[in-house]
């Protein structure tokens, strides 16, 4: 019997050695999957060079990187002497918000870095320093990677109508009534979708213009092929205020203040734009429609038009779900100690708008404008 019970014994530890442990995960499409629990080795390296912004440059390839089992949307900890980071494996800087780190592998080349942020100060790591890569989370920025990657045509014939190609729509939420306030991508930006944003705007009878993204130089780079915004700049009812994509930084809110006051002062319709409508202009029209006394539901279902139009984004896929949690956050961000509900928002709006400058008066006036 003692004999039987050893040969059965060694044969589960002959089971266990073959298979290895499996946990389950989920594909992107949310089915669950089958995936063998996998030991990564740690990566060593060294940096050989700092460029001007301070990213660093490591003597790691790219093969060797993804040879030892790292993928861009792995997230990673990079030590550094004592000191430990995290970050996503990724191909650009803006794969990351403003800030944050990141792996970047270019080529046969990786870096270390930081998104408009001086790596090189915040770590103290210079030429020689050692840094090792290790495993923290296998894939788990492979979404927000895919998210941030989405891709769009630029022709015509691949969109269901010149609004949804110029991602062109009234905003009707709360107290909002349509026709009211226009967003889109750049009427001005001398592109594809450009003139149908343009004659979508004239149509409409916009009267004034919050241009988020262009300075006057890069304005009249197009103004041969954008004559009615042309007439309508030079007729001051455009403001141009040149923005920056961090909305949390001094200087997004200081110019947005200059664009509401602008349409507290100036008769509508109006229209808000940047270039692709989607982030700058997103983040205006999440404060319009807080202030307007608009729903969560309905400020998520404004803000996500803009990815159903460029990308094809459909509710209810994995993609839409990640990125319908931006306004909430970009109301979070700004509500203080304000819980954000949909009965707070008007209130988190209001402050928000005196934090960046407005007075009393001029939220009185732009609300005024709005209705």
Known sequence: MKKLNKVILFLLVSILLVFPSCTTTKTMDGEPMEKASVVYSEVNASIVAADKYGNLETDLSTTTLM???????????????????????????????????????KEDKVYFAINYGNCLKKTGAV???????????????????????????????????DEVFANFRTIKTGDLDAGVVYRSCNPA????????????????????????????????????TITWYKDM????????????????????????????????????????????????????????????????????????????????????????????????????TIAGDVEVVDNNLPLIATNYLKQIGLTDEDIMALKNNLK
């Open 67 to 105: 040879d030892a089992g790292y993928e861009y949307g792995d997230m990673v900890n990079i030590s550094v002497g004592d000191d430990v980071y995290s970050a996503p494996i990724v191909s650009t800087y803006s794969d990351v918000d403003v800030g944050n780190f990141l792996i970047r592998i």
């Open 127 to 161: 030429e020689g320093t050692k840094i090792t890569i290790s495993m923290k989370e296998k894939g788990s920025y492979l979404l927000e990677y895919k998210t941030r990657h989405l891709t769009k045509s630029e022709e015509r014939a691949d969109y269901k109508s």
């Open 189 to 224: 930006l001398g592109d594809a979708r450009a003139p149908y944003a343009q004659e979508l705007a004239e149509k409409a009878g916009v009267k004034t213009i919050v241009n988020l993204a262009d300075n006057e130089e890069s304005l009249k780079e197009n103004f041969d």
């Open 233 to 332: 700049y030079n007729n001051n009812h455009v403001i141009l205020l040149d923005m920056d994509v961090d909305y949390s930084s001094q200087d997004f809110g200081e110019k947005l203040a200059k664009g509401f006051i602008f349409i507290s002062k100036n008769k509508g319709p109006y229209l808000i734009h940047c270039n692709e409508g989607k982030d700058r202009a997103g983040f205006a029209s999440v404060i319009i429609e807080a202030l307007m006394n608009s729903t969560l539901d309905e400020i998520k279902a404004d803000y996500m038009m803009s990815y159903a139009n460029y990308y094809g984004v459909e509710e209810g896929s994995m993609q839409y779900d990640y990125i319908a949690d931006t306004p909430y956050n970009m109301l979070k």
